[in-house]
Structure formats: structure tokens, C-alpha cells
């Protein structure tokens, strides 16, 4: 996608003050770039594939409605895969106020960006919805485990683990209540149908 739209610059570290374009900073190999600029130019791109009524708001499928799966759209690049709607990272992540929901860790960068990542409890290969309900702000250590269902969590959000799996240094990283922390938001709790499918179909007990 274009680096700017008409007057518009999506990084603004690219615009000049006299409007121009700064060719010092175009030429450079890395740039910094905040959330909010980050954010625009991954909707701007998927806006070019998408229909109209699939971006924005609209594509999200609200933050507590009822579990659903459904059919991803497939973006065709080099590849096809599932499109994963970027809007989830961000409300799954907000929920959780930045903040790892199985370990308390909140690690924010030197640019503003957390540490922390959205993980979905029924994957995207298995048509889980992005729904803040089918996610969890997990720090990445904590989400590649969750993932490989090495760490699950049972109806009443205690944190479990596969026995004898995760090494103790990790296991010592974990709420020592071993419970979830959860948005305060009842609405935004990860809903059972979520946790049933991941300790039924990912948890290597």
C-alpha cells in the first residue's frame, strides 16, 4: 500500500512541516512507528481486500455476544491462510489492560507497545470466532504453551497445567493463586464453550 494518501501521511515521522516528505526518513531501512500509526496502516491494507461491510466495527463480531464459529474469509497473498481481524489483538488486549491474565506481567516497550499478546482459546484453524470471549492477553511465553496446550483453564478460570510438561521456573511465573486475572468487565470473561473446546481438543493431558 501507498506510504501516503493524498495529504495524508499514515507515518508522520514521514511528513515534512512544510508538507513535503521527508526523504531522510523514507530512505531509512527501520522506522519507529506508534500503536495508533501501526493500527491505520493494517486497516487501511485489509480495507483494499475486504468488502466495506466486513471492516471496521461491523466485521467484529461484538465484544459479548454469543459463542459462534464461523468460515473466515481467505486472504490470497504469496499464500492463502485464515485473515485473523487485527481490531481483535487490540480489544482482547484492552480488556486485559495490557496485562498477562496468567501471570500478572505487564511489559510496555520503549515506543508504548505492551509485551502482551491476544490468544485465541479456540484456535483460528478450528473456526474460533474473534470474539474478545474466545481470547486471553497471554505474555508470549505463556500463549506458545496455551497454544500447545501445555496450560489450560477450567470453568472456574483456575490455571492448570499438563503435569510434569511445564519446566518450574515457568510454572514459579504463574499467579500464585493460580487464577486468571480477568477484565472487569463480567461480559468479557472468556465463556465455558471456549474453555470446554480447548481442554477437550488442545490440552495434552
Not at 506510504?3 to 499514515?10: P, T
Request: charged fraction near 25%; proline fraction near 7%; hydrophobic fraction near 35%.
Amino acid at each position: 500500500m501507498p506510504f501516503k494518501e493524498g495529504d495524508h501521511y499514515y507515518e508522520t515521522g514521514l511528513r515534512r512541516s512544510d508538507g513535503g516528505t521527508s526523504r531522510g526518513a523514507f530512505g531509512r531501512a527501520v522506522r519507529v512507528i506508534t500503536d495508533t500509526e501501526f493500527g491505520l496502516i493494517l486497516r487501511a491494507g485489509f480495507e483494499t481486500l475486504l468488502e466495506p461491510a466486513q471492516t471496521g466495527a461491523q466485521h467484529f463480531p461484538g465484544l459479548a455476544d454469543e459463542p459462534t464459529t464461523f468460515d473466515r474469509p481467505v486472504v490470497e497473498r504469496v499464500t492463502s491462510r485464515p485473515f485473523r481481524d487485527a481490531a481483535f489483538s487490540e480489544a482482547v488486549k484492552s480488556a486485559y489492560q495490557n496485562t498477562c491474565a496468567v501471570t500478572g506481567l505487564k511489559i510496555i516497550n520503549g515506543g508504548g507497545r505492551s509485551e502482551v499478546q491476544a490468544a485465541h482459546i479456540r484456535p483460528v484453524a478450528a473456526s474460533g470466532p474473534d470474539s474478545v470471549r474466545n481470547g486471553v492477553a497471554l505474555c508470549g511465553t505463556v500463549h506458545w504453551m496455551f497454544d500447545r496446550g501445555l496450560v489450560f483453564l477450567d470453568d472456574d478460570h483456575t490455571v492448570l497445567m499438563a503435569k510434569d510438561r511445564v519446566p518450574e521456573p515457568v510454572q514459579r511465573l504463574i499467579n500464585p493463586d493460580r487464577r486468571l486475572r480477568l477484565p472487569t468487565r463480567h461480559e468479557l470473561w472468556p465463556h465455558p464453550q471456549f474453555l470446554r473446546f480447548h481442554r477437550e481438543e488442545v490440552f495434552k493431558g
